[in-house]
């Protein structure tokens, strides 16, 4: 129906440094209203003007959902990656106007459970401050188990602790402490629901042993955001609008179809929402998948690629835009 | 200036009318002289003033009316109304959503006063000024969904979205046109849409599905759907059927215009913002035919669609008994001129 959500006006209120990596970023509304209400595991896609360029990244929502007169983002600082963090980390100051979406979930809580299970690793510990803070103040049953790299990696761990006492448990890679993940999934009440957000490895090591001990896969809910990833640039044509377009080494198929003028429909930026699915006219050359949106047979028959994370390398390309 | 609202029934002696004013506001359906299924889902946006689409949220003249037989319908039968254990939150979202928007459309004639979690909401056509907590149940005469849809126009159906699907798990229904909550709660997109021919073969499900699971928050969407309703009878669930289903061999030349009613739908979609469930408000308009005819365009346009709708469909909306002698009828008030394009009257 049409491009996106609807967008919000909003001004940096605050910028708090939280660890060597994370920063946190408020935003209030540039009107003083209220921000729309959210549920627990919402992201907004936040626009970054940086010069020439438009970056749309999503993060996920950190407040709690009962306090709506700002939204909190934590971002980690990526050295390597196409440059939205360092943005984030480098040029958004207190008081800076932008224009950020209207808060989407597809990592909703389940609310029919008896007992939530979470488990982060790293940044993915932002979308389980939010469901925690609507869980405890429902009353909710959960437990969250939080692996980190270092004491001072891991960001607001101290912060849960207080919050919510032995229904945290911590895990630091230095000291060598590793969740019994086998036990913790054998030893769930009935009725329990499992989430997982963090790396692509340990995401798919906690849902590979969930399905071989037993759960369910609609028990089973995880976060899976990827980032596009740079990589060799290449040209497209956009037979719809009649366009050819080069897509830069740091630049994704997505955004570069954007800068052309065209604007197909998105919401997670991420190859999980399946809105910018495009389909392929012709191709020579090589796809590089990145997504969790499309099947594998999709993936191999080379009709469909999902612009916001996949690339191509090869002669040509041609796309039904 | 606000508001009159009718005395009136739904039931028994059926003293049902639609003012002049809403005559012209009723939502008619047909853009053109003909009907056949399309995909009709546009953006929820506040149309022109005096439709029924100037608030998002529309109350009109048979709102105490229509209030009136939604408790009669709920004391006899209130499994019409039903929130499976996980959908409270989804209620108080409903709540929330009903209550703003009556607010804001009618500010003469409702008041929400929020102050934190405490909150005072001021019904004045039914008498009502309560102060509750927003999350404390325990501070509602009923639960939220009930509370609040006890008091607002129209069916609601709050769907839960889990597994990539839709799931109706909560709702008041006592508006509607020939199926049951009671006999739907709990069941899936595809299971509660199981009865609709040929639609599925067409893959019309899955492609509404994708687009109902992402209705975003803040873009609220509408389709307009029809059908007919012999008396005005708001409601004719499968409950009832031994009620109202008879009725429809009663039609005659002479009461034509008395009896048979035009029911529309206005159907819309809202995500929910706490529990990201969706809300399916189904508000139904009646018109009856000698209403409907004082729009002349209105008359020739009916007439062509009923006379040269497939059989099927005439099936399927249960027209075909009555169908002949209506449009009989319709026919004198068609002299074959051409009508203006879009819905409203000339």
Partial sequence: ?321 | MGITFRKETFRDDFTFKNSPEHIRRFPFPFHEDSYMYAVNIEPHVVGPKGSVLENLIDVDEHYVAEMQDRALVLAEDPLRCQSLPHMTLAGWDLLELLMEQQALGYPEHFTLERNGDRWRWINRPLGIDDTFTFGDTSTLPYGPMEYITRQSQGDFCILDQRDGNLWMDAGMVTTQADWSLDFDIGMNFFEWHAPVPLAHEKGIFVRALKFLTNIQQGKPARRLNWTMTINPRLDTSPENYHKWGPDRATVTPENVGDKVHLRVELQSFWRLPRSNGIVFPIRCYLIKMDELVTQPKWARRLHRVIRDLPEELATYKGLTRYRPTLVEWLSKLDDGSATSPGFGPD
């Fill in chain 1, 1 to 321: 129906m049409s491009t996106g959500t609807t967008k919000l006006d909003v001004v940096v209120s605050d910028v708090v440094p939280v660890n060597e990596l994370v920063t946190r970023f408020h935003f209030r509304r540039r009107d003083g209203g209220l921000l729309p209400t959210f549920s627990g595991g919402a992201h907004v896609v936040v626009e970054m003007r940086d010069g020439e360029r438009t970056r749309l990244n999503p993060y996920s929502l950190m407040g709690s959902p009962l306090d709506t007169r700002e939204y909190t983002i934590s971002v980690r600082r990526d050295d390597v990656g196409r440059g939205g963090s360092l943005f984030m980390h480098r040029s958004v100051k207190p008081g800076l106007e932008m224009v950020i979406s209207y808060p989407v979930n597809l990592f909703s809580l389940d609310l029919r459970a008896k007992k939530h299970l979470m488990l982060a690793g790293g940044i993915g510990i932002t979308p389980f401050m939010a469901q925690t803070a609507q869980l405890a103040g429902e009353g909710g049953n959960f437990e969250l188990h939080y692996t980190c790299r270092t004491a001072s990696l891991g960001t607001y761990a101290d912060v849960l602790q207080q919050r919510y006492n032995r229904r945290i448990r911590l895990y630091h890679d230095d000291r060598e402490e590793r969740i019994d993940l086998d036990r913790l999934l054998s030893t769930q009440p009935l009725g329990t629901h499992l989430y997982v957000c963090g790396p692509a490895g340990m995401i798919n090591w906690v849902r590979d042993r969930a399905a071989s001990l037993g759960w369910p896969p609609e028990t089973v809910h995880y976060e899976h955001f990827a980032a596009p990833q740079p990589g060799l640039p290449f040209d497209v044509t956009l037979a719809v609008s009649g366009k050819t377009i080069h897509v830069g080494e740091q630049q994704s198929l997505l955004e570069a179809i954007e800068a052309a003028g065209v604007d197909p429909p998105y919401l997670c930026r991420g190859g999980v929402c399946g809105q910018c699915e495009t389909n392929v006219i012709s191709s020579d050359g090589k796809f590089i998948h990145n997504d969790h949106w499309l099947s594998e047979e999709d993936h191999r028959s080379g009709c469909k690629i999902m612009p916001c994370v996949s690339r191509f390398e090869g002669k040509s390309l041609v796309l039904e835009r």
